[in-house]
């Protein structure tokens, strides 16, 4: 399939592309990395031609199977930045997410996807606002303004939480040196409720992040 795919693969358009990487992703099947740097190349040469979220896709998928390509990142980057309006929220997040995995950092890229996430907070999820901060402290993207609208969106929805989500929130904002007291004691009263599910790690991020807060 794979053989047949890769001679046809400069007839699929923006959606096939972004489809097929995906689901080699979901799958957790790696191709080669021919395959995907063919992908690439044709990803790349039909790029106008991407909407978020075959944009959020081919990136998610390519970073999730452990493939890196500047060239075409700068590209999507690009892309994403001229159709940021019509970014939801999964795409946002999943889009800062492959960024941050690839350590490609691009301010202007940030600061739009977190202009774009403050209009619409309400519509993340716990999974996709924990997952976009974190991305932002990974590669130390600092905007004051969405730090404030997430603690304050956190903090009115904390018990939508799992302890992985507190944990990430807490590490990432320590991460980024952004104290808010009242986002603190909510993360705080949910991790006395559900402390008992929560993984080592998320237990030592959450104290770490006390700990640099003197909390």
């Known amino acids: ?6 001679s046809m693969e400069d007839q699929f358009d923006a959606r096939g592309l972004a489809n097929v990487t995906w689901t080699l992703g979901k799958l957790e099947f790696h191709p080669g990395n021919q395959f995907l740097e063919l992908m690439c190349k044709h990803a790349e040469s039909k790029i106008s031609e991407f909407n978020p979220q075959n944009l959020a ?5 390519l970073v999730y199977l452990g493939h890196r390509n500047q060239k075409l990142a700068k590209s999507v980057k690009d892309r994403a ?3 940021m309006h019509k970014f939801g929220s999964q795409q946002l997040s999943n889009l800062a997410w492959a960024y941050a995995n690839s350590e490609y950092y691009y301010p202007d890229l940030f600061s739009a ?3 774009r996430a403050v209009k619409q907070l309400y519509q ?43 944990s ?22 949910r991790m006395a409720h559900c402390a008992h599910y929560a993984t080592p790690q998320a237990l030592s ?11």
């Not at 991020?205 to 909390?215: D, H, L, P, R, S």
């Open 1 to 6: 399939l794979l053989q047949m795919m890769q």
């Open 57 to 61: 896709n081919f990136m998610w998928a």
């Open 81 to 83: 930045l001229i159709c």
């Open 113 to 115: 996807i977190c202009e």
């Open 124 to 166: 993340f999820n716990e999974q996709e606002i924990a997952n976009l901060v974190w991305s932002c402290a990974t590669l130390n993207h600092f905007d004051e303004f969405f730090c404030y609208f997430v603690t304050q969106e956190v903090s009115q929805r904390i018990s939508e939480f799992a302890p992985q989500g507190v």
């Open 168 to 189: 990430n929130l807490v590490w990432s904002f320590a991460t980024l040196n952004y104290f808010n007291l009242n986002f603190l004691n909510c993360a705080a009263w």
């Open 205 to 215: 991020n959450i104290v770490w992040g006390f700990a640099v807060f003197k909390y």
